[in-house]
C-alpha cells in the first residue's frame, strides 16, 4: 500500500526538527527524509546531532528514510556559465570538494540508519550533452563510492541541473550503469520545467527508479511556473500512482511540496498537499 510507504521531508513542515515529526507522527506517515534542520544542511550537522535525530524520529515509529544530500550541485567548470538553484544553504564549491561531501553524506546515512542518499548531475550548461562524459565519469566514481560502502545513489531530476529531465537523468543512470545509483523520480519537477510527467516522463525513467518525491506544478498564463498542491497542478498523479504500482514499483514515496499557501506557514502547503493526495488516491482505488 502506498500509505505503509509514505513520508516526508521534515522541512517541508517546520524547520524545528520535532515539530515536522510529530506532524509526520500525527498523520501516519512511515518516514521522513533529512535536508535541513533549523535551516542548517544536513551534510554540515554534527553527528551528536545526527544521533538525536535519529533517535527522536525512531521514538515516534518514523524512520529516517533518505539524506537529502546537497552532493553535485556545483558547476563541473567554474569558467563556465551555467544556470544555478537552491543549494539548501551551501556555498558554491568546486566538485572535488562534492566528494568530500558524499563521503560525509556516507557516513551520515549510517548514523541515521539509512542506505539511501539523495545527489544531483551538477548545475546546467548551456548544452548539457556536450558534458555528458564527464557527468557520467564523475556519476561512475560516486556510485562506485556507494557500492563499497553499501549505500544507493538517488539522482534526482532537477530542471536547474543537467539531469534536469526524465529524458535525460534517466540517461545518466543507465550510462553509469551502476546498481548503486538509481533515479529519484520527481513528476513535479518535470511539470514544473515544462515537461510532460505522464506517461512522457515517466516512461523514460520507470526501469530506473530508486526513490520518488511527490509534489504538484502547474505553468501559469505568464509562463512562470508555480508549485501547488498535489491534484492541482500539471501532474496526473492517478495515473502516474497507479502505473508505479502495475509496474512493481516496490519503494518509497516522499512528500516534498514546495508550497506554501499566501498567509499560511508550510506545514498548512504540505497538509494541503496530502489531502489533495488523498483524494487522488480514493478516485482511482490506488492504496
Known amino acids: 500500500m502506498i500509505w505503509d510507504r509514505l513520508g516526508v521531508l521534515t522541512d517541508e513542515v517546520s524547520p524545528d526538527l520535532?515539530?515536522?515529526?510529530?506532524?509526520?507522527?500525527?498523520?501516519?506517515?512511515?518516514?521522513?527524509?533529512?535536508?535541513?534542520?533549523e535551516g542548517r544542511n544536513?551534510?554540515?550537522?554534527?553527528?551528536?546531532?545526527l544521533l538525536d535525530i535519529r533517535k527522536e524520529t525512531e521514538k515516534?515509529?518514523?524512520?529516517?528514510?533518505?539524506?537529502?544530500?546537497?552532493?553535485?550541485?556545483?558547476?563541473?567548470?567554474?569558467?563556465?556559465?551555467?544556470?544555478t538553484g537552491d543549494a539548501f544553504g551551501q556555498r558554491e564549491e568546486r566538485v572535488e570538494a562534492h566528494y568530500r561531501k558524499l563521503e560525509r553524506a556516507i557516513e551520515i546515512a549510517?548514523?541515521?540508519?539509512t542506505k539511501r542518499i539523495r545527489i544531483f548531475s551538477f548545475w546546467r550548461e548551456n548544452d548539457p550533452k556536450a558534458y555528458e562524459s564527464d557527468i557520467v565519469?564523475?556519476?561512475?566514481?560516486?556510485?562506485?563510492?556507494?557500492?563499497?560502502?553499501?549505500?544507493?545513489?538517488?539522482?534526482?531530476?532537477?530542471?536547474?541541473?543537467?539531469?534536469g529531465y526524465a529524458a535525460e537523468v534517466g540517461r545518466l543512470a543507465r550510462l553509469a550503469a551502476s546498481p548503486a545509483l538509481k533515479v529519484l523520480?520527481?513528476?513535479g519537477n518535470e511539470a514544473y520545467g515544462g515537461k510532460p510527467a505522464y506517461p512522457e516522463g515517466y516512461g523514460a525513467v520507470k526501469d530506473v527508479i530508486g526513490h520518488?518525491?511527490?509534489?504538484?506544478?502547474?505553468?501559469?498564463e505568464g509562463g512562470v511556473p508555480r508549485c501547488v498542491p498535489i491534484g492541482q497542478g500539471a501532474v496526473p498523479y492517478g495515473a502516474?500512482?497507479?502505473?508505479?504500482?502495475?509496474?512493481?514499483?516496490?519503494?518509497?514515496?516522499?512528500?516534498?511540496?514546495?508550497?506554501?499557501?499566501?498567509?499560511?506557514?508550510a506545514a498548512h502547503g504540505t497538509g494541503l498537499t496530502l489531502e489533495g493526495l488523498r483524494t487522488v488516491l480514493s478516485a482511482g482505488r490506488t492504496s
Open 18 to 37: 520535532r515539530e515536522a515529526l510529530d506532524w509526520a507522527a500525527e498523520h501516519r506517515l512511515a518516514h521522513v527524509e533529512i535536508r535541513t534542520v
Open 42 to 49: 544536513v551534510i554540515d550537522l554534527a553527528d551528536a546531532a
Open 60 to 83: 515516534r515509529g518514523l524512520f529516517v528514510s533518505a539524506v537529502a544530500s546537497p552532493v553535485f550541485k556545483c558547476a563541473l567548470d567554474p569558467s563556465r556559465p551555467v544556470q
Open 110 to 113: 549510517g548514523l541515521l540508519g
Open 137 to 163: 565519469t564523475h556519476l561512475k566514481a560516486a556510485a562506485a563510492m556507494a557500492e563499497k560502502a553499501g549505500v544507493t545513489l538517488l539522482l534526482e531530476n532537477e530542471p536547474s541541473c543537467n539531469g
Open 185 to 187: 523520480w520527481d513528476p
Open 212 to 220: 520518488v518525491h511527490l509534489k504538484d506544478a502547474l505553468t501559469d
Open 240 to 265: 502516474q500512482l497507479s502505473a508505479l504500482e502495475r509496474d512493481g514499483y516496490s519503494g518509497l514515496y516522499t512528500i516534498e511540496t514546495h508550497y506554501v499557501p499566501e498567509g499560511g506557514t
